[in-house]
């Protein structure tokens, strides 16, 4: 009877052990499932997040993608346009070179047939029309042989004719005519002005302004002789006439300064004695206060 209790109340403790178990297991899965429930719950929220963040991701990719595209079309049409602004630049360029290039064709042209009719009054030497039309050939557009050819046979010309109207002045001058020699002076002059015979030339047109009674004139173009050197011969006649146009105007020191300068430089000069004695009347005169008399006497000059 004690053993039969003894086994009851081993398996009562059994059953009461056995019920504990299965409360603690039971527990234990409740913590289980809710640890699963929580780790799942937590890697749906990962997976949520990993799927945001791809769609984010996928978003900033696109919107990149699409601004570098942008980008590079906008960069490609700059490109395009700046080329195509050179390629305008270089057609309008072009369109300018063809149209001066026609230009000068033309103009060379019309050159060309100027020269050649310029040439022909050469040829026949047909100076006066040559030297009058000249000034109007040289601005056509004539090769460099052309221009100098045209320059040089023109300069000739120019002291040919200048050569003639000299000429012509002194034979006026011979027969009194001092108006028209005067014009026939300038006309020299005005075709020539540094050839070597110009200081004759201005020494004779002072001297026929002299008889016209222009002392001014004639005395400028005197002091001109006489500070020249191209003809030095001719120095002492300038000094001398510019002397006596001085002395005209009532210049007492000037003609006197100038008769001295002559002495100076031509103590043995031909009209030495002349100007001397000159000189000294000169001298007698300012002394006396007639510095606005008349000349009684003057040095004798080659015209003379």
């Known amino acids: 009877m004690a053993d039969v209790d003894d086994e009851i109340r081993e398996i009562k403790r059994e059953i009461i052990e056995s019920r504990a178990l299965v409360i603690k297991t039971s527990n234990v899965l409740s913590a289980l499932a809710a640890d699963v429930k929580s780790i799942a719950k937590r890697q749906a929220n990962y997976e949520r997040r990993i799927s945001w963040n791809s769609w984010v991701a996928y978003i900033l990719f696109a919107a990149l993608s699409f601004f570098g595209l942008w980008l590079a079309k906008n960069a490609s049409v700059g490109d395009i346009e700046d080329q195509i602004g050179r390629l305008d630049g270089q057609v309008e360029q072009l369109q300018r070179e063809l149209g001066e290039e026609t230009q000068r064709a033309e103009a060379r042209a019309h050159a060309e047939a100027q020269a050649a009719q310029f040439y022909r009054l050469i040829r026949e030497r047909r100076r006066e029309d040559a030297v009058e039309q000249y000034p109007s050939v040289r601005r056509e557009q004539l090769s460099a042989a052309e221009a100098a050819f045209f320059r040089d046979t023109i300069d000739q010309f120019q002291e040919d004719l200048s050569v003639a109207a000299y000429q012509q002045g002194t034979d006026l001058v011979r027969t009194g005519r001092y108006a028209e020699a005067a014009e026939a002076f300038q006309e020299s002059l005005r075709l020539r002005e540094d050839g070597p015979h110009t200081p004759a030339v201005r020494l004779d047109l002072a001297r026929?302004?002299?008889?016209?009674?222009?002392?001014?004139?004639?005395?400028?173009?005197?002091?001109?002789?006489?500070?020249?050197?191209?003809?030095?011969?001719?120095?002492?006649?300038?000094?001398?006439?510019?002397?006596?146009?001085?002395?005209?105007?009532?210049?007492i020191d000037e003609a006197r300064a100038a008769l001295r300068t002559y002495l100076r430089r031509w103590p043995r000069g031909a009209f030495s004695v002349d100007v001397r004695r000159h000189l000294a009347d000169l001298n007698r005169r300012v002394m006396r206060g007639e510095t606005h008399r008349a000349p009684t006497t003057q040095p004798r000059t080659p015209e003379d």
Not at 213 to 241: F, Y
């Open 208 to 251: 026929a302004l002299r008889h016209l009674g222009q002392d001014a004139r004639a005395k400028d173009l005197a002091a001109e002789v006489a500070e020249q050197n191209v003809d030095r011969e001719l120095q002492d006649d300038g000094l001398l006439l510019f002397a006596e146009c001085a002395e005209a105007m009532g210049s």
